[in-house]
């Protein structure tokens, strides 16, 4: 583990061996970081997150209570993630909170949102500023204001050659392994 002396861990936060914690970094004391993460500069992780093993956060990422990002998972520079659904500065809603799932493997890109109450899945990206109000399929390339889904994405991170409903089947380019859309579910064959 690597803590560079600008970052802040409170007492409690569990950091996970062979994790690195780079520039001006804040954990709170109730964090859990899995095993070879890599929290770059400015992160901020709250008490109730659950940070999965080899998760990269880029420069500039809050991750606010009640977030759980799976195994894998890619947070770009300076995407976000809410946890109120309808926030006013005179009002508390600690007790609103939504949970937030990010699933293994996804890819979220530089400044998109994620909406409170979303899960996003498994090997699911989303494209640069984006903007996720609701759940995203596994393997699902979503793009836009409010997100779409514009098409499916391999484990490696290529676009798949499939179409968005129905049933088909494709090849990744990269890895040979094999995905089946059936009835709009794309899986790995």
């Known amino acids: 583990m690597s803590i ?11 950091i996970g061996a062979s994790s690195r914690i780079w ?7 109730g964090a859990v970081v899995g095993e070879h993460c890599s929290l770059g500069q400015n992160v ?20 606010y209570d009640n977030v759980t990002l799976e195994d894998d998972v890619f947070c770009g520079p300076s995407m976000v993630f809410t946890n109120v659904y309808n926030p006013r500065a005179a009002i508390e809603r600690k007790s609103e909170y ?19 109450g979303a899960t996003i ?19 699902a390339l979503v793009v836009g204001v409010p997100a779409r889904q514009v098409g499916w994405m391999s484990r490696h ?5 499939l179409p968005l409903a ?24």
């Open 4 to 14: 560079h002396p600008t970052a802040i861990v409170d007492d409690g936060a569990r």
């Open 23 to 29: 520039h001006w970094v804040h954990v709170c004391g």
């Open 44 to 63: 901020f992780v709250g008490n109730r997150v659950r940070i999965g093993d080899r998760v990269k956060i880029q420069n500039n990422v809050s991750v």
């Open 98 to 116: 939504r949970d937030t799932l990010v699933r293994q493997g996804a890819t979220l890109g530089a400044n998109c949102t994620i909406v409170c």
């Open 121 to 139: 899945g498994r090997y699911a990206f989303v494209g640069a500023g984006a903007v996720v109000n609701k759940n995203v399929p596994d393997f």
């Open 157 to 161: 991170g290529e676009q798949l050659d």
């Open 166 to 189: 129905g049933n088909a089947q494709t090849v990744c380019p990269h890895t040979g392994e094999r995905y089946v859309l059936e009835n709009g579910v794309c899986r790995l064959a």
